[in-house]
């Protein structure tokens, strides 16, 4: 996954049978990082099970790699910098069939890790922990990020992806390493918690749900979590590997809106609870109309262009847009388009008619404004259409 991962040759693991790697990412961990691998080392010791303590150090500057060696982990060298890309280099370097990953700020607790090992064997590809549901103690978590943060995105990924989870971002969870590796991850921040449970859970995987506690960590320095850039890449990841929620729904609601005001003001004024709507009404209606299309056809474009890199898998709302072939989308562009060309030529002749004077302003810029709006949802139609198969070339 990562070409720059290297590793210390006199820390290797004996590699066969292996069935655990706790894994941690560091950078200058150099506090806590020492009683984090006690902690593993003394759960693997205390439940018997042979694996590995894995450090993916990410530039330490500090005493963190001496502190690593000393303690008997294994160090993996990850020079890509972010939170994901020390995960995914870990995760490449790890010989365990699982794998068990947290902070090593000394906030999780490695001598409970057992609740994940259990469900590991179980069948689950993925294992979360819930800080919920286990305890967060007094200052742990920062209040925006306890009641804002955290249940807001939990609560996206729940109805974007269907996620059985409650703590969608919790950092100690166990998995599958072969499971994992088949997903391809591929982002490198703090939004690596994200793809990994979105992609899964798109993939079909078991997701599983244990209890975990949370304890205030153990560093003198300020996290490398930032709560609002940090939360801002959760969210958009969130939103672009869903276009149904980004782009389509709104896509609908828009159009749905806006073809319920021109029904309703095409024949003339209209008149609600003593408020007016006319002509200027009928203008932001034929904004909706344009802007909801444009936004169906960017969720179809996605799609496709996710389906052509492999990015994700098919869904009942892909398989769907296949229907919506070359072809097609030209014809329904075409309609549009001629209709619309249509009545801006009985526009045209009504001018004429007029010996192009003046007109009667509010009948004929009904007809024009529905004219204009339907040759730009047609031209719109046509280029996506083109894009569209332009993006699905790869996979022909």
Known sequence: ????????????????????????????EAETLEVCIRKAKKFLETSGI???VLIADNGSTDESLEIAHSNGARIVHVPRRGYGAALLGGIEAAQGKFVIMGDADDSYDFEALQPYVDRLRAGADIVMGNRFKGGIAPGAMPFLH????NPVLSWLGRLFFDIPVGDFHCGLRGFSRERIDALNLRTTGMEFASEMVVRASLDGYVIDEVPTTLKPDGRSRPPHLRTWRDGWRHLS???????????LYPGFALIALGALAGVFLFPGALEIAGIGFDIHTLVVMSFLLVVGTQSISFAVLSRRFAAAHQMMPPSRYSVSLQALTLERLLVGAGILFVGGVLGFIYCVFQWAAAEFGPLEYSEMLRVLILSMTSITMGGQLALTAFVSSIVEIPTR
């Open 1 to 28: 996954m990562l070409g720059n991962v290297g590793m210390e040759d006199e820390t290797v693991g004996v590699g066969l049978g292996i069935e655990l790697t706790i894994l941690m990412p560091c950078l200058n």
């Open 50 to 52: 042979v694996g590995e």
């Open 146 to 149: 306890r009641y804002l943060g």
């Open 237 to 247: 990841f969130l939103l672009m590997y869903s276009p149904r929620w980004l782009f």
